[in-house]
């Protein structure tokens, strides 16, 4: 069974761009988390979807956006991004909501120049 | 909010010994505890949880433990191994009304000596 995948990787962008990243979750999960991880923050919650539904969200500014399709692929946009935004990105999957056992990606190093 | 939040930012122990990583919660919210690794370049792993109405929950060559009253928990690893060089976190879940909160403490990182 393939794991989480999120791409790109890697990703360098400039102040004021907007970025977009990818999340697959493992085949049947229908939860997708996104967490930001700084060494500064360290782990923080983003947004949790469920069934394409935002079901609950963390304290990030409205830059911050998601969605769900209904494959559970999962999408996270940053909309005019800021040096600070630099961070790993990680998505997590779980075969239900609030399900304890959460799967995460290898997460995507966002870089901003 | 809840908060999570590690004693020690980092472990180190010689190969075979035990190694025990704490962590400390400031609300009593949270329904259950859950131990993640995270190694250099990979994403957080699971490793084990615990719901808040249990003390003690034992797994492969881990152990971990819940005292309410102190509002701590933590992390016991048996024979620690060179494998076992990670930065480790807990986190807090809360469940409400079905949404899941999960709030990750900072990281404790555990050095292996061989």
């Known amino acids: 069974k393939a794991g989480v995948t999120q791409t790109p990787r890697y990703l360098i962008k400039t102040r004021g761009q907007q970025v977009t990243l990818s999340c697959s979750p493992i085949?049947?999960?229908?939860?997708v988390s996104w967490y930001q991880q700084t060494p500064g923050q360290g782990l923080q919650f983003l947004f949790e979807y469920f069934s394409e539904t935002q079901r609950n969200k963390g304290n990030f500014p409205g830059r911050f956006s998601g969605r769900q399709f209904s494959n559970s692929r999962s999408e996270m946009n940053v909309s005019t991004l800021e040096l600070g935004d630099s961070a790993l990105y990680l998505c997590?999957?779980?075969?239900?909501?609030?399900?304890?056992?959460?799967?995460f990606g290898q997460g995507t190093r966002l870089t901003v120049v | 909010g809840e908060s999570v939040g590690l004693h020690l930012p980092t472990l180190s122990v010689q190969e075979g010994d035990n190694s025990i990583i704490n962590c400390a919660y400031s609300n009593s919210a949270s329904d259950y505890f859950i131990w993640y690794k995270q190694e250099s370049g990979k994403g957080p792993q699971f490793i084990i949880d615990i719901r808040s109405n249990m003390d003690k929950r034992q797994g492969q060559r881990v152990t971990v433990l819940l005292n309410k009253t102190v509002k701590h928990l933590s992390l016991q690893i048996a024979a620690t191994q060179p494998g076992d060089s990670a930065v480790y976190f807990c986190a807090g879940v809360r469940r409400d009304t079905g949404r899941r909160a999960l709030t990750f403490g900072s990281g404790t990182r555990l050095q292996v000596q061989p």
């Open positions: 085949s049947g999960h229908r939860s």
């Open positions: 997590a999957s779980s075969a239900g909501q609030g399900d304890s056992l959460a799967f």
